[in-house]
């Protein structure tokens, strides 16, 4: 079938407000704040013309100004375990393979507001990204990371609680890189040469 748009940006995060603005919601976060800049609005896959199958997702579309195509934003609103079960529907929605399906998703393993892009690996422990590759039978897709830093404490309650101001105010300079990055990937630029332009500017001085 024909691609319905070019690419997706998937943000992995937990519904409900119990959970906003917490470390785990870092993808969320990033899709909201590149969406209100754009003026788009998450809806029901329900608008989306052929949508089947999970409707636990919402979805904005970002119109291409070429004619070609446009994009688009989803955020899975299952819990993070479940991830899969959206992305899954996204992919047959779309037509699309899983190198055009960018996960944008916490990370332990990075410093607090380091972001790095691969373009695929294993999930890391990550849950979301285990139960989308799961789903999608393969780990050959593109991610974008944002770092939360490591904790001395319980992982669980420190990827589950939220941002200190201090914390806050890093990674808002952070998601501002971040939705740089997927405006560029999600209007066509390679991953590769993204990959080399961004990191290279995200690690100096560190």
């Not at 998450?42 to 070429?66: K, Q, Y």
């Not at 952070?174 to 332009?197: F, I, K, S």
Request: net charge neutral; hydrophobic share 45%.
């Amino acid at each position: 079938m024909t691609a319905r748009v070019r690419r997706i940006a998937i943000g992995l995060g937990n519904p409900g407000p119990e959970y906003e603005e917490t470390r785990h919601n870092a993808g969320f976060l990033a899709l909201d704040r590149w969406a209100t800049q754009r003026s788009l609005l998450f809806c029901s896959p329900r608008t989306l013309d052929g949508w089947v199958g999970s409707r636990a997702v919402t979805v904005a579309l970002w119109p291409a100004p070429d004619g070609m195509a446009g994009s688009a934003l989803a955020k899975p609103q299952t819990f993070m375990n479940l991830s899969g079960e959206a992305v899954l529907a996204l992919a047959r929605w779309s037509g699309l393979a899983p190198k055009d399906l960018m996960v944008v998703h916490d990370d332990l393993d990075l410093e607090l507001a380091s972001l790095r892009l691969r373009p695929g690996g294993g999930h890391g422990g990550h849950n979301g990204l285990r139960s989308i590759v799961d789903a999608l039978g393969t780990n050959a897709f593109p991610r974008m990371r944002i770092g939360i830093g490591r904790t001395s404490t319980d992982a669980a309650r420190h990827v589950l609680g939220r941002f200190l101001p201090a914390e806050r105010l890093l990674l808002d300079v952070a998601l501002a890189e971040a939705g740089e990055a997927l405006e560029a990937w999600l209007g066509g630029e390679e991953l590769d040469p993204l990959m080399t332009r961004f990191h290279s500017r995200w690690t100096q001085g560190t």
